[in-house]
């Protein structure tokens, strides 16, 4: 196999070199080949280090390190969650970035394992949409390119930053002048999105799901554990995890007081989470739990930047005594904060408790002038 293939596995010849080995993935897997423990080191790297490059990179031949390719990604759809393939595919792009930075900038022989950066744009159908301008006396290579702008827009986020907007970029004749260092920026975004592109997928088999539980329970457990605070800007109680539904029911009915410390750090460390501050928790409880209390809570659950720490996964919190695990909900949303996300997409519809509230109290009052 060609051993550029095991060093960029998204290329398109790549998985046609993985077809054309008649390799079965199931048989890998059953037979326990070693392509399958890179291939969830290169998952497991991914959740936790932002990258997929092996810590032992020597013990991997040619065939294991491509073959973990399509392996991680049978991984990644089983995991069945948005942020697991977030973190995948960002860390394909940033391994891949980090990789062919160096290999277009390396002097010496020709290795073929190594990408130039003629290859790199062919790859991704961008070489008849960027021109080099003449490099400057003395440097040996183009520090500026012209891209089309429709290659442009195809892949720059305006995210990355206000010099990114095309109004703040030099735009001549349908082509945007970026910088060598932008350009590899596009790439790994180009990367990023080849990676994400169907995933998770679907029809992964029963007996391929089954020989693989045990990666997947260990992945799912890293990903919980490694779950963040999300951009929440809604907070409907009745799309909770059931556990925390209860606690929140419980403290209403004036339960409060008598939670153990393990309830009551669940509850406020999941509602920190969502972004309330200590007056939405203490109204959202229906004052339930004492703003001191919830003040003293959330002096070290909080900082300025969000949640500190984020709620305990739905295993720990198992270990609490707090989860019970309904419809077996830790297969695919091991952690509250992504059961919670995963019941807002999709649930038809979602209501904010604060407009609920506002609704209700506009009703009663328009009860009372109708009464008087």
Same mark, same amino acid.
């Not at 990644?76 to 394909?92: F, H, I, N, R, T």
């Not at 030099?170 to 082509?175: P, Y």
């Given at each position: 196999?060609?051993?550029?293939?095991?060093?960029?596995?998204?290329?398109?010849?790549?998985?046609?070199?993985?077809?054309?080995?008649?390799?079965?993935?199931?048989?890998?897997?059953?037979?326990?080949?070693?392509?399958?423990?890179?291939?969830?080191?290169?998952?497991?790297?991914?959740?936790?280090?932002?990258?997929?490059?092996?810590?032992?990179?020597?013990?991997?031949?040619?065939?294991?390190?491509?073959?973990?390719?399509?392996?991680?990604?049978?991984?990644?759809?089983?995991?069945?969650?948005?942020?697991?393939?977030?973190?995948?595919?960002?860390?394909?792009?940033?391994?891949?970035?980090?990789?062919?930075?160096?290999?277009?900038?390396?002097?010496?022989?020709?290795?073929?394992?190594?990408?130039?950066?003629?290859?790199?744009?062919?790859?991704?159908?961008?070489?008849?949409?960027?021109?080099?301008?003449?490099?400057?006396?003395?440097?040996?290579?183009?520090?500026?390119?012209?891209?089309?702008?429709?290659?442009?827009?195809?892949?720059?986020?305006?995210?990355?930053?206000?010099?990114?907007?095309?109004?703040?970029?030099? %735009?001549?004749?349908?082509?945007?002048?970026?910088?060598?260092? $932008?350009?590899?920026?596009?790439?790994?975004?180009?990367?990023?999105?080849?990676?994400?592109?169907?995933?998770?997928?679907?029809?992964?088999?029963?007996?391929?799901?089954?020989?693989?539980?045990?990666?997947?329970?260990?992945?799912?457990?890293?990903?919980?554990?490694?779950?963040?605070?999300?951009?929440?800007?809604?907070?409907?109680?009745?799309?909770?995890?059931?556990?925390?539904?209860?606690?929140?029911?419980?403290?209403?009915?004036?339960?409060?007081?008598?939670?153990?410390?393990?309830?009551?750090?669940?509850?406020?460390?999941?509602?920190?989470?969502?972004? %309330?501050?200590?007056?939405?928790?203490?109204?959202?409880?229906? $004052?339930?739990?004492?703003?001191?209390?919830?003040?003293?809570?959330?002096?070290?659950?909080?900082?300025?930047? $969000?949640?500190?720490?984020?709620?305990?996964?739905?295993?720990?919190?198992?270990?609490?005594?707090?989860?019970?695990?309904?419809?077996?909900?830790?297969?695919?949303?091991?952690?509250?904060?992504?059961?919670?996300?995963?019941?807002?997409?999709?649930?038809?519809?979602?209501?904010?408790?604060?407009?609920?509230?506002?609704?209700?109290?506009?009703?009663?009052?328009?009860?009372?002038?109708?009464?008087?």
């Amino acid at each position: 196999m060609d051993p550029r293939y095991a060093r960029y596995p998204f290329f398109g010849n790549a998985r046609e070199a993985v077809r054309e080995a008649g390799v079965d993935l199931a048989t890998l897997v059953a037979e326990r080949d070693p392509a399958v423990e890179r291939g969830r080191e290169r998952v497991e790297r991914a959740l936790v280090e932002g990258t997929v490059a092996s810590e032992t990179p020597h013990e991997w031949d040619t065939r294991e390190e491509l073959l973990s390719y399509p392996l991680a990604r049978i991984l990644v759809s089983l995991l069945d969650s948005p942020a697991a393939v977030e973190k995948y595919a960002g860390a394909e792009a940033r391994t891949a970035h980090e990789r062919f930075t160096a290999d277009v900038a390396r002097d010496g022989p020709p290795d073929p394992a190594r990408a130039d950066l003629h290859t790199l744009l062919r790859e991704f159908d961008l070489a008849d949409r960027t021109r080099p301008e003449d490099p400057p006396a003395g440097a040996p290579e183009p520090q500026w390119f012209r891209l089309g702008v429709g290659a442009y827009l195809e892949y720059v986020d305006p995210r990355w930053g206000d010099d990114w907007r095309l109004v703040n970029r030099e %735009l001549a004749g349908g082509e945007v002048r970026v910088p060598r260092d $932008g350009l590899f920026r596009v790439l790994r975004e180009a990367v990023r999105e080849r990676v994400s592109e169907g995933l998770p997928f679907e029809g992964v088999s029963e007996e391929l799901s089954e020989e693989l539980e045990t990666e997947i329970a260990d992945l799912r457990d890293l990903l919980a554990e490694r779950a963040t605070v999300a951009d929440f800007d809604v907070v409907a109680p009745e799309h909770f995890p059931p556990c925390l539904a209860r606690l929140l029911d419980r403290t209403r009915n004036g339960e409060g007081d008598e939670f153990d410390p393990q309830e009551r750090f669940a509850l406020l460390s999941f509602l920190a989470g969502l972004n %309330l501050d200590v007056g939405g928790v203490v109204t959202l409880t229906e $004052g339930g739990l004492s703003p001191d209390r919830v003040a003293a809570e959330f002096a070290y659950l909080r900082d300025e930047s $969000g949640a500190q720490y984020p709620p305990p996964s739905c295993e720990t919190l198992g270990a609490y005594g707090v989860c019970d695990n309904e419809d077996e909900h830790r297969r695919v949303a091991p952690h509250p904060l992504e059961f919670y996300a995963r019941q807002l997409r999709e649930a038809d519809e979602v209501v904010d408790w604060r407009e609920r509230r506002r609704n209700a109290g506009t009703g009663a009052d328009a009860d009372a002038d109708a009464d008087a």
